[in-house]
């Protein structure tokens, strides 16, 4: 085990990695969790958190300990459809169901360090635990956020951390600004007329329309994005007929479109509009673009991504962490927290030998849990730390922020 891991952390390392493998031989697709949900209230409940049940089952624990700041730390629960491919004797247990993006180590990480600081204290203020559902595009922050738990439950600031493969196990990565892409999704609908395979001439073949729209739509990052900047458009299912000899009345594809930036991302809806009906007119056709936005970018805040680095430095020494992590064009519906709340999303190595997230191959690390169990006592304890205690990390972290830090004395 790592050196730095805490020793109060370490004594539990073992209970923490027999909870992760229980969560994972278990899995619940997205606002399905009732299992997980109840085993996460119960133990909070046991250690001595006000819990709070929303958006069906996701969790919310509460900790006071005294007059002090209020703290957000996150984590997501809900599995995927996927049928688990590893022969550990954890693997999923039910069929089509598996944790293949590490939430399952993500809970047990958080639920660590919740028993940790329940029983030191050595905080003062307010501590939010959330156990969050549906994270896998089903709209778990977005319901969360309905029901209100930023207003229930005031964050003066909110992190989350998520496991990253490839990144050296434990390492933990930073990154200022944008920092995941937002995600959209777009149907389109493509209407020709149908006819004979052998007199094409008296059909207006909505697969050709389609052909020329999946190689028109290269066109949009290539010649109307600025070449520094990301963009990603992907068709990932285009559906049309059934039989060799029939043209079909109709074609559909699906898109999936993605950036850094909210002006880019109005420009990618747009283009995608205007090409898609223009190109289906020049055939004589005609498309219906169905675009629906989801996932915004996640922005992390340049103070509290700054506090949160500072905190890994001083635990771990500046060469121990990877300070400015690229961007990724992955989506993570955290960003709408981050919207509402300042705050910072952290990444976690699981490892240069891990298979990729959502892959039927993947299983999270169990040595990262005491890591990032650590990191999340640690960062609990200097965010809620007494104000003299804070003054000391304000100035530690003031040549790193663009912004002031927060404030604001509550009490339970």
């Known amino acids: ?103 399952d180590g993500h809970t047990a990480m958080l639920l660590a360090a919740a028993q940790h600081l329940a029983r030191t204290r050595a905080f003062c203020g307010t501590l939010h635990l959330i ?11 977005a319901r969360m956020l309905a029901e209100g738990l930023l207003d229930r439950f005031p964050c003066e600031a909110i992190f989350a951390m998520h496991n990253l493969p490839g990144l050296p196990a434990g390492q933990l990565a930073f990154r200022t600004g944008p920092t995941m892409a937002s995600a959209d999704a777009a149907r389109i609908r493509i209407q020709g007329r149908g006819g004979h395979g052998a007199a094409p001439h008296r059909a207006v073949d909505p697969v050709v329309v389609g052909a020329a729209i999946v190689s028109a739509l290269q066109s949009i990052v290539a010649r109307n994005v600025d070449p520094q900047e990301a963009a990603v458009i992907t068709v990932g299912a285009l559906h049309a007929g059934e039989a060799a000899n029939v043209i079909p009345e109709t074609a559909e594809m699906a898109l999936t479109v993605r950036c850094l930036s ?31 936005r989801s996932h915004p970018v996640l922005v992390n805040h340049p103070a509290q991504t700054a506090l949160a680095r500072q905190v890994a430095e001083d635990w771990l020494g500046r060469d121990a962490i990877l ?90």
Not at 267 to 291: H, K, P, T
């Open 1 to 103: 085990m790592h050196k730095a891991v805490l020793p109060g952390i370490a004594r539990i390392a073992a209970e923490a990695v027999r909870l992760r493998r229980r969560i994972h031989s278990r899995p619940e697709l997205g606002f399905a969790e009732t299992a997980t949900g109840a085993l996460v209230a119960g133990l909070l409940a046991e250690w001595g958190y006000e819990v709070t049940r929303m958006a069906g089952t996701g969790v919310v624990g509460r900790l006071c300990n005294g007059p002090g700041r209020r703290l957000g730390l996150r984590a997501d629960m809900d599995a995927l459809p996927i049928h688990e491919a590893t022969d550990l004797p954890w693997r999923s247990t039910v069929a089509g169901r598996m944790h293949a993006c590490g939430h």
């Open 131 to 141: 156990f969050q559902p549906a994270e896998e595009g089903l709209g778990g922050a």
């Open 262 to 292: 909210p002006e880019l991302r109005e420009l990618l809806e747009g283009r995608i509009r205007c090409l898609a009906r223009s190109q289906a007119e020049s055939f004589g056709a005609r498309a219906v673009v169905d675009y629906a």
């Open 323 to 412: 300070p400015d992590l690229p961007p990724a064009m992955a989506s993570e519906d955290f960003a709408l927290m981050l919207e509402q709340c300042p705050g910072s999303y952290i990444h976690i190595g699981n490892g240069p030998d891990s298979a990729p997230l959502h892959s039927p191959h993947y299983d999270f690390n169990d040595e990262v849990l005491a890591m990032g169990a650590s990191y999340w006592v640690r960062l609990a304890e200097a965010f809620l730390a007494p104000a003299r205690a804070r003054e000391t990390i304000a100035a530690a972290t003031a040549d790193r922020q663009a912004q002031g830090t927060m404030t604001g004395e509550t009490s339970c």
